[in-house]
């Protein structure tokens, strides 16, 4: 009976490990309008770039290469 109560509380839980759908800029084949969404506007559409982003602007990047900061000399 535990595990069958452990089995049901551990599948509840796993839709709050989930993660949003990113976002995409997408190009207007007809007047080359740029749109953010989740998903195709439509057959009129096509991804302008492959980059996803985690806000519904495009303006920041879902993955951020960040720079290694080299450590810095310590002055005697």
Known sequence: ???VLFVIAFTASLPALAAPAPWFK???KVDGQI???QSSPG?????H???PYR???CTQPLYRLEQKRTPE???D
């Open 1 to 3: 009976m535990r595990v």
């Open 26 to 28: 997408w190009q207007s």
């Open 35 to 37: 749109a953010c969404a």
């Open 55 to 57: 806000d519904l602007r």
């Open 73 to 75: 000399r310590r002055r």
């Open 43 to 47: 057959p009129g559409w096509e991804l």
């Open 49 to 51: 770039e492959g980059t």
